[in-house]
């Protein structure tokens, strides 16, 4: 509700007003990009100073897409995206929003910059909708919950799904968890939660959390979770753990309350009133080492939070000193794209519908204006390829970026460079990343049978042989070692250690990227193997070059030798054939890749030819990627001016 909802409910109760209940929805689904820390990793220091937090409107409410709360955010296929919501501004009934009477969207927008938005679809394929949470998940886009005027009072929504964002199709019709709107959809540790939302014409609110490894089926890690039930609360995930923050019941009572759980059954109380106290409609993202709560409604007083609070561990939160340049609202979106928090559209405290978008703007913690982090990349005007060059590269898919000194990005070549392709071994940057902020590389592995026994296993490890996690990574990165890479991976166990992987692609922004193992291995049966593009492969090039350049100097080794503990030698020589030869390039770091699903692969950072910054150069799925790369090195090199 709006206003206080205790005056709504007594409102529905005094003029018969049941339907009018039905208007509330809470926060849409949290995205991808938004994904948190690994589990155990002490958290980098960051870059940012939180306190220096302010804001820049990039996006009126007459501007793009119409004012609307309840509507859906999301980041896909590099665009950020809103579908639905409604609009209530004028169809009030002495002050009071008549929801019955109000506007409706199934439309559905994006854009690739958050200022210049697009109408891609004027009627969905799926119904007007409010309160639908939308997540990629494995490469496909879900649609779960929410509650439409125009279908009957039942909440019978099912499960849509998208390939590509503007065309849908309803692939459930009765999911295994009771319909609702007002839940939270996120992904984490490999599947899919749903948690709490609420049952108007049941009179419910819900305190069940359900999982799913599909997107289509799921179960209930728990039915009555020791919460209060609730809706319009946040939900995030940080340092391994599920959290829910705030919300409030069915007769708008509101809550400060904060929970984490390891497992979405099993869950404990942080807080009993948390710092930026009783609150609704507020929304979580993860952001440069820190977890942010933005904006909210006092359910009580309906005050507007037009704040924002941050924290490292979830538990201990500070206030970013100014508060928002507009009121505090509810049922807005925010999400994190290219690098920025937005805030898009919602409802404030006096009952106004809004369609305005905002984005952050930090200082480093020098005091030096920043965008810190990965800088999209944006085509220089010298770098078209010719045709003939294109004709001669095998590969279904590459991209070469040139970063220079200032971390500035430009795009030298690229060919579908957004499409997910299996990787193979590529996937071991990630689980030297992953280790090496995760694992101490001091303690020592020992090599079970199990581990010996598995598809692809190198030969060279022997079961019983113990060796320091350090060591690891030299054959892990210059032999791709796959029993290396699952004794790593042991460590939390191979689903979690993945689930790890996957989180923190999404929390640097790699939003196609989705593994299964640490190995790159193809999996058996018809299980989706490890995916990337060639443009999030980059991503984690530039990632791994700023904050664990060791990798990429491992990778330069044409042969290393590891001991055991008790002193045994293994030699393994590396898998690229560019070391060692004459290629008429510097080669600073790289990592090969090949199954009979992604064909051959490569990654290569080579010195830029006025020695002035780096290239990032990715082939997937090539006949020859040694070629293929040779070519496509070459071609930027010549049509690129180099002062």
Do not use: C
């Not at 059954?265 to 933005?294: C, F, K, P, T």
Request: glycine residues 10%; proline residues 4%.
């Amino acid at each position: 509700m709006k206003k206080t909802l205790l005056f709504i409910f007594v409102l529905i109760l005094t003029v018969g007003g049941f339907i009018f209940l039905q208007n509330k929805n809470s926060g849409t689904a949290k995205p991808l990009s938004d994904a948190p820390a690994p589990t155990g990793q002490a958290t980098p220091e960051p870059e940012i100073d939180p306190s220096s937090l302010t804001w820049t409107e990039t996006k009126t409410n007459a501007e793009g897409w119409p004012k609307r709360d309840s509507h859906s955010v999301f980041t896909f296929d590099n665009k950020m995206w809103v579908l639905g919501g409604l609009d209530a501004d004028s169809s009030k009934i002495n002050g009071v929003p008549d929801y019955e009477t109000a506007i409706y969207y199934n439309d559905i927008w994006n854009t690739s910059d958050g200022i210049n938005w697009t109408r891609v679809v004027e009627h969905a394929d799926f119904p007007y909708i409010r309160s639908a949470s939308v997540v990629e998940f494995k490469g496909v886009l879900y649609m779960y919950g929410g509650w439409s005027p125009h279908d009957g009072l039942e909440y019978k929504n099912g499960i849509w799904s998208s390939t590509d964002g503007i065309h849908w199709k309803k692939v459930v019709d009765k999911p295994d968890y009771p319909e609702r709107e007002g839940q939270i959809v996120l992904e984490w540790n490999g599947k899919l939660w749903l948690v709490g939302g609420v049952d108007y014409f049941g009179r419910k609110t819900f305190n069940d959390v359900w999982s799913s490894d599909d997107g289509i089926h799921w179960t209930a890690a728990t039915t009555d979770a020791p919460w209060h039930s609730r809706w319009d609360h946040a939900l995030g995930v940080w340092n391994g753990k599920m959290y829910i923050a705030g919300g409030m019941n069915f007769r708008g009572v509101g809550y400060s309350d904060e929970w984490s759980s390891s497992d979405g059954a099993h869950w404990d109380l942080v807080s009993a009133n948390a710092a930026w106290g009783e609150r609704q409609g507020q929304e979580i993202v993860n952001y440069h080492g820190y977890m942010w709560l933005i904006s909210g409604l006092h359910s009580a007083s309906n005050e507007g939070r037009g704040d924002a609070w941050y924290s490292t561990d979830g538990i201990e939160w500070k206030k970013a000193p100014d508060d928002y340049q507009w009121k505090g609202r509810e049922d807005h979106g925010v999400i994190v794209f290219n690098d920025k928090i937005w805030v898009m559209g919602g409802m404030d405290s006096d009952w106004h519908w809004n369609g305005d978008v905002w984005s952050s703007n930090f200082k480093n913690k020098n005091g030096s204006n920043t965008n810190t982090g990965i800088v999209t990349p944006t085509p220089a005007p010298s770098s078209v390829e010719s045709q003939t060059t294109t004709s001669l590269i095998s590969a279904e898919e590459y991209l070469s970026v040139l970063v220079d000194p200032q971390g500035k990005q430009t795009i030298l070549a690229e060919k579908n460079k957004s499409v997910p392709m299996p990787i193979a071994s590529i996937t071991k940057l990630m689980t030297a990343t992953v280790s090496l902020e995760n694992i101490d590389q001091n303690s020592i592995l020992t090599i079970p049978t199990e581990i010996l026994q598995m598809k692809g296993t190198g030969g060279n490890l022997q079961a019983g042989e113990s060796f320091k996690a350090s060591d690891l990574l030299y054959s892990l990165l210059v032999g791709s070692d796959n029993d290396s890479a699952r004794l790593l991976a042991s460590t939390k166990g191979e689903t979690n250690f993945a689930a790890l992987m996957s989180q923190k692609a999404q929390e640097i922004g790699m939003t196609h990227t989705h593994y299964i193992n640490a190995t790159g291995v193809d999996p058996d049966g018809d299980i989706v193997a490890n995916v990337s593009t060639a443009e999030d492969l980059a991503v984690l090039a530039s990632y791994i070059k700023t904050n664990h350049p060791e990798i990429f100097s491992i990778t330069q080794l044409q042969n290393k030798t590891i001991l055991s503990i008790g002193g045994v030698a293994h030699s393994f020589t590396t898998t690229d054939k560019f070391l060692g030869t004459q290629t008429g390039f510097t080669i600073l770091g790289g990592k090969t890749g090949e199954t009979p699903s992604a064909k051959k692969n490569l990654l290569l950072i080579i010195e830029a030819p006025n020695k002035k910054g780096f290239i990032i150069s990715v082939i997937l799925h090539s006949d020859d990627n040694f070629k293929d790369m040779a070519t496509l090195i070459h071609s930027v090199e010549n049509s690129h001016t180099w002062n």
